[in-house]
């Protein structure tokens, strides 16, 4: 068993569950961390380039009282772009956790 890094276990990648930047293996889960500044906001709306098939996002656990404040949400996840909504833009700085394999 490997250890746990931001919510995923590390180790050799030969799990499916070995997620994050280092340990990228063909078919398997990736994750890449995104940080949304306050100014990529327009018209509370915000767009993530990503590479792969979508699978989901998470918010990072140090950004989850701002997200949850300002509701972000996922409006759509298209050819290689994602996109985020929210009520009320984030007064600061927001990481998210784009999941694509």
């Given at each position: ?19 994050h ?19 990529d906001?327009d ?17 990072d ?16 996840a ?5 996109t985020l ?5 984030p ?11």
């Open positions: 068993m490997g250890y746990f890094h931001n919510g995923y276990v590390g180790g050799s990648g030969d799990s499916p569950f070995a997620a930047e280092d340990h990228v293996h063909e078919g398997m889960l990736k994750a890449k961390k995104v940080n949304i500044k306050t100014t906001w018209t509370k709306a915000a767009e993530v380039a990503y590479t792969g098939t979508y699978v989901g996002m998470e918010i656990a140090g950004s989850a009282t701002v997200a949850d404040t300002a509701k972000v949400v996922v409006t759509s298209s050819e290689g772009t994602l909504g929210c009520t009320t833009d007064v600061s700085a927001i990481d998210i956790w784009v999941l694509t394999v």
